[in-house]
């Protein structure tokens, strides 16, 4: 059984680029749920997709946007990157009934410079 | 005041020792309470859930008060397996099926020799 899978593992950005990081969910999760967590801080909720659509958001700018495809992984791209937004981007899937369990994958480490 | 609050730390504490990690969150309204476990570059893993009545896992207990809005996690006769960043998380139920997690900054545990 898969678990949660991320991709890319590390990535090196300049201030003002775009970023797109994908997420796999676990084989029979229906919902997927993106945070960031920078270093020595727990993890903050950016949002929650599930059928395709945006349920949830955290306090995170426009900057941040994402995406759910019928296969239920999803993306999550971030505009104008700013040095502030170094940080661990972490991925969980979860069925919408139980929503409170999620399943982290194992993060894309982004660096701005 | 944060939403949820934890032992700053770090601990450090030899092998064998007892150690207990406190938390406390803000919403009265939050609806479920966990301990996850996050080791040095990985993802946040489910160690416990958290009940009023109280839970033991083996050498862990996990204690709920809800008046109080205080949570703990107590390690006994502590191993060096278990040196990693302890996160208090609390599940808030927003509305319909919407559930947010929301995690404390965590508190970094090491055992020593």
């Known amino acids: 059984d898969a678990g949660v899978t991320q991709s890319p593992t590390h990535l090196i950005k300049t201030r003002g680029q775009q970023v797109t990081l994908r997420c796999s969910p676990k084989?029979?999760?229906?919902?997927v749920s993106w945070y960031q967590q920078a270093l020595g801080q727990g993890p903050q909720f950016i949002f929650q997709?599930?059928?395709?659509?945006?349920?949830q958001r955290g306090n995170f700018p426009d900057r941040f946007s994402g995406h759910q495809f019928p296969n239920y992984s999803s993306e999550l791209n971030v505009n104008a990157l700013l040095l502030g937004d170094s940080a661990l981007y972490l991925c969980?899937?979860?069925?919408?009934?139980?929503?409170?369990?999620?399943?982290f994958g194992p993060g894309t480490r982004l660096t701005v410079t | 005041r944060k939403e949820v609050e934890q032992d700053p730390g770090p601990f450090n504490v030899p092998e064998g020792a007892t150690v207990a990690f406190n938390c406390t969150y803000s919403?009265?309204?939050?609806?479920?309470f966990f301990w996850y476990r996050q080791d040095c570059r990985k993802e946040p893993k489910l160690l416990m859930s958290?009940?009023?009545s109280g839970n033991e896992d083996g050498r862990f207990t996990a204690q709920l008060n809800r008046a109080s809005q205080y949570i703990s996690l107590l390690i006994r006769d502590s191993k060096l397996s278990d040196s990693a960043t302890y996160l208090c998380?609390?599940?808030?139920?927003?509305?319909?099926?919407?559930?947010?997690?929301?995690f404390g900054k965590g508190t970094l545990l090491t055992v020593n020799p």
């Open positions: 958290v009940y009023s």
């Open positions: 084989s029979g999760h229906d919902t």
């Open positions: 997709y599930y059928e395709e659509e945006e349920r």
């Open positions: 998380v609390v599940n808030y139920r927003s509305g319909g099926s919407n559930y947010k997690l929301t």
């Open positions: 919403n009265s309204a939050s609806q479920s």
């Open positions: 969980a899937s979860s069925l919408l009934a139980a929503a409170y369990e999620q399943y």
